[in-house]
T-cell receptor, first 114, second 115 residues
Framework: GDSVTQMEGPVTLSEEAFLTINCTYTATGYPSLFWYVQYPGEGLQLLLKATKADDKGSNKGFEATYRKETTSFHLEKGSVQVSDSAVYFCALSDRGSSASKIIFGSGTRLSIRP | GAVVSQHPSRVICKSGTSVKIECRSLDFQATTMFWYRQFPKQSLMLMATSNEGSKATYEQGVEKDKFLINHASLTLSTLTVTSAHPEDSSFYIC???????????FGSGTRLTVV
């Protein structure tokens, strides 16, 4: 079945460092891809999404490009801030079915040092 | 943008009692809602999918008689944890989907502690 694999954390960086969180997927169809962020004690917030190959999702300085050839959707940010400390989930959804559901990766905990 | 309200945010109950968690889509009609459970420092585990006016579809291993899901309207789904035990303590999150073209909007979660 469909699945999402993302790099294990925790990831600890200094403020203003460059961030990459790797995410790859397997899917039989043509999924939509998402990055969600979860701050401590809260639910999930959609960070960005992409719905077709070569689409780039971006928000709050974060970017991810839908790479069909490598089945990847890596999350990047050029200069992280302390406020970016959270858990990040890569996810996919098959839009083609009314029975579709969202499948999450295991999550990557990010900690930014001042 | 789409907003999903989940209540309560925290609840403590005694072992053997039942707890109801509500999930409401505030500015859109959610044909499908999802309930997840999240253990500490782990990913979200899908428990069940509910469609308005029909029975919920439970994931393998989830006890449907213990976790009762009702989706009586296009804006409200409820999860009732019946005869709760300490092992049911967890973070429960709902999400709603308006249609296939949109992403999923998540509630803020409910921290359930059974004592």
């Amino acid at each position: 079945g469909d699945s999402v694999t993302q790099m294990e954390g925790p990831v600890t960086l200094s403020e203003e460092a460059f961030l990459t969180i790797n995410c790859t997927y397997t899917a039989t169809g043509y999924p939509s891809l998402f990055w969600y962020v979860q701050y401590p004690g809260e639910g999930l917030q959609l960070l960005l999404k992409a719905t077709k190959a070569d689409d780039k999702g971006s928000n709050k300085g974060f970017e991810a490009t839908y790479r069909k050839e490598t089945t990847s959707f890596h999350l990047e940010k050029g200069s992280v801030q302390v406020s970016d400390s959270a858990v990040y989930f890569c996810a996919l959804s098959d839009r083609g079915s009314s029975a579709s559901k969202i499948i999450f990766g295991s999550g990557t905990r990010l900690s930014i040092r001042p | 943008g789409a907003v999903v309200s989940q209540h309560p945010s925290r609840v403590i109950c005694k072992s053997g009692t039942s707890v109801k968690i509500e999930c409401r889509s505030l500015d859109f009609q959610a044909t499908t809602m999802f309930w997840y459970r999240q253990f500490p420092k782990q990913s979200l585990m899908l428990m069940a999918t509910s469609n308005e006016g029909s029975k919920a579809t439970y994931e393998q291993g989830v006890e449907k008689d213990k976790f009762l899901i009702n989706h009586a309207s296009l804006t409200l789904s409820t999860l009732t944890v019946t005869s709760a035990h300490p092992e049911d303590s967890s973070f429960y999150i709902c999400s709603a989907r308006e249609d296939l073209e949109y992403g999923y909007t998540f509630g803020s979660g409910t921290r359930l502690t059974v004592v």
